[in-house]
């Protein structure tokens, strides 16, 4: 677990698998949906449905909720783009519109940043988003990472094209930053 005030990120417990199934499978088009990778359909799932998936998320690794004020609001993730290499990619959802434009996002992932290289053996920490959510660009922005890759107009959301931006920063970046 880490904390920056309110804020909380945390393994993902037994108790909180009814709240992620409401955040992010019980509506079918939600509207945090508009801004993490739109171009990939979305569907709902029942909560039974839904159960064989948050039962693997329990205590594990790669997948952490975020809590603010004691609230689960959303979650930060990582896979893995080629685990040889250690290139690593990372991953964060608030599913509710009244956690954005507040520096949530900036805090959760400056503490999992913090925390995966501290825990792994990683020279780069990065991840990917779109040219449509300038939210998530400027989130690493402010946190030092460098855009490394900008592949033109290859995400098609609502009848126009988008960039896909891929941003990192390296450990003795991350070191110097802080």
Not at 1 to 9: G, K, S
Not at 17 to 31: F, G, H, T
Not at 66 to 78: M, T
Request: charged fraction near 30%; glycine fraction near 8%; hydrophobic fraction near 40%.
């Amino acid at each position: 677990m880490y904390q920056d005030n309110e804020l909380i990120i945390r393994v993902v417990e037994e108790k909180d698998l009814q709240r992620l199934w409401e955040l992010i499978y019980k509506d079918e088009q939600p509207e945090w949906k508009k801004w993490d990778a739109p171009y990939y359909p979305h569907h709902s799932k029942t909560f039974e449905e839904f159960l064989p998936i948050g039962q693997k998320w329990i205590c594990q690794a790669d997948f952490w909720v975020i809590e603010v004020a004691d609230v689960v609001r959303g979650i930060v993730s990582y896979y893995w783009e080629h685990e040889p290499s250690q290139w690593l990619e990372v991953g964060i959802v608030f599913h509710e519109n009244g956690s954005w434009g507040k520096g949530l996002g900036t805090r959760a992932l400056k503490l999992w940043i913090h925390h995966l290289f501290n825990t792994m053996p990683l020279v780069r920490v990065g991840f990917t988003t779109w040219s449509g959510n300038e939210r998530m660009i400027r989130v690493g922005e402010k946190l030092n990472m460098q855009m490394e890759a900008r592949i033109r107009k290859v995400r098609y959301y609502d009848g126009h094209y988008y960039d896909s931006i891929r941003m990192g920063i390296l450990r003795e970046e991350w070191g110097a930053s802080k």
